[in-house]
């Protein structure tokens, strides 16, 4: 809209006075009310702009990069950071204080989540003794016990790679899972009492279901496993345990008073452990072969030993037994059993190892005769290269070509005797020694010999189960 131009009328006014006075005699009014809307509709416009302006201001102000919105978001998002940093120091300030051993008035333990109970993370130590109280995150579950940490090092947190835990006295363990249906295929339990091979008084209604392997998988052996038979069979006898003149000799190797505790000590610690396995979902393998420690002369379950060789079976079981940590009272360690060894070959297979490695050719993944692979003698050590067709016994754990899911040695280095019991005066070993071929002595070897015997080319290995519940369970 265009409005009066007083300029021109000015104009018009010089050149035509007359006209002009009588225009604004006649019009005067009404030009006044023109210019009144015309001022109206200047204010009008104006108004607008401001409101525009301000609108423009108030949406930057509202949504501008440094806008009332931004700034909000900003904000919530530093009070949650905020937050979490402070929770965050709340839970490490929490745990240094468990881990010195202090407890808070509710009692808590190491890792406990007031709403979730106990929770371990790798690095971490336990403080009880509780079924599934460590979660890998990947679904695999495994019971600490108490005073057993649990590794930090790159794939051995979790349970499908070989979950370690070290106990007090720096001994190393690897979890083997085991369901409730695995577990019915480990052991028969029998309705009846049945009396081990001796003529003993020593009876068992639990004993061990055993098995043969393959390339296409196991079978389970078919020759009677009664422990009162003469067959592969355990918890069971021979004679060098009963009617040997020396079997009270045996029995103090494996440290015992007589040979009766020791023939009883055989079926309880077998019952025990079944038992154990049902309660707890598994059980725990010596990650090496029994070592001997050199320094303390002591035997141990740690890298870079010599590996225990040249003790009889009574010694080795002994050895086994010992291994128990002082202080824990939770936990039991023997030497280990028939369907242990072949649950951990299972286990190896549910996990991705093929049964071809298992059961024909272990070379690919032990000590043996006709293959090459580097070592050392200590972790500080130069790297030694143990060449094929040569016969080399390494220490403990001193290869990493020697190792599945963590457990080192299984396969070749040292036939490792078991509590199996066959024919009247033999024990069972297994697992192919330094001077097989990978072929001939695969993981799943078994054979057999006198437990008196002292010889080179033998060893053992421990395991560790759980005895008894935290009380507070």
């Known amino acids: 809209m265009n409005k009066p131009n007083k300029t021109n009328v000015g104009a018009d006014a010089s050149v035509c006075p007359n006209t002009t006075k009588k225009y604004k005699n006649r019009r005067g009014t009404g030009h006044r009310a023109q210019e009144s809307a015309a001022i109206t509709l200047v204010a009008l416009v104006i108004t607008i702009i401001i409101l525009i302006i301000l609108a423009g201001v108030s949406l930057n102000l509202a949504l501008g990069e440094n806008g009332i919105f931004v700034k909000s978001k900003e904000a919530v998002d530093k009070y949650k950071d905020s937050a979490q940093r402070e929770q ?22 190491q890792g406990d989540d007031p709403n979730t109970g106990e929770t371990l993370q790798p690095g971490s130590t336990s403080t009880t003794t509780e079924k599934d109280n460590y979660d890998d995150g990947q679904g695999g579950k495994a019971t600490i016990p108490a005073g057993f940490t649990i590794s930090d090092k790159d794939g051995e947190s979790t349970v499908d790679t070989g979950l370690v835990v070290i106990d007090e006295n720096k001994n190393e363990w690897v979890w083997i899972p085991v369901s409730d249906q695995q577990l019915k295929e480990m052991y028969e339990d029998g309705t009846e009492d049945i009396e081990l091979y001796g003529q ?33 069979r355990e918890p069971s006898l021979t004679t060098y345990d009963t009617t040997n003149g020396s079997a009270s000799t045996y029995a103090s190797q494996a440290g015992f008073e007589t040979k009766e505790k020791m023939q009883q000590a055989f079926v309880d610690d077998y019952k025990n452990m079944i038992e154990s396995i049902e309660k707890y979902g598994g059980f725990y393998i010596g990650r090496y072969e029994l070592g001997k420690d050199s320094s303390s002369d002591k035997y141990v379950v740690q890298k ?22 002082n202080s824990n009272n939770d936990v039991a360690t023997t030497m280990i059993w028939g369907t242990q060894w072949d649950r951990t070959l299972e286990w190896l297979n549910d996990t991705g190892m093929d049964w071809d490695k298992i059961a024909s050719n272990s070379g690919s993944w032990g000590n043996y005769y006709d293959v090459t692979f580097t070592y050392k003698t200590s972790e500080e050590g130069n790297e030694q290269t143990k060449q094929s067709n040569t016969s080399t016994l390494v220490p403990t754990g001193s290869s990493e070509y020697n190792k599945a899911n963590n457990i080192y040695d299984l396969a070749g280095n040292l036939y490792e005797w078991t509590q199996e019991a066959y024919g009247t005066v033999s024990r069972v070993y297994r697992g192919g020694f330094y001077y097989d071929n990978g072929s001939d002595g695969p993981a799943r070897y078994r054979y057999y010999n006198n437990p008196n015997n002292t010889l080179d080319n033998r060893g053992s290995r421990p395991t560790l189960y759980i005895v008894e519940l935290n009380s507070g369970e």
């Open 88 to 109: 965050n120091e709340m839970d490490n300030l929490y745990n240094t204080l468990v881990g010195l051993g202090k407890k808070g008035d509710d009692d808590v333990t």
């Open 200 to 232: 003993t008084e020593v009876k068992t209604r639990k004993y061990s279901k055993l098995y043969d392997f393959s390339s296409t998988g196991r079978t389970k052996k078919t020759t009677s496993l009664l422990p009162s038979g003469t067959s592969y």
């Open 304 to 325: 870079y030993k010599t590996a225990a060789n040249n003790i009889s079976w009574y010694q080795s079981y002994k050895a086994c037994r010992d291994l128990k940590p």
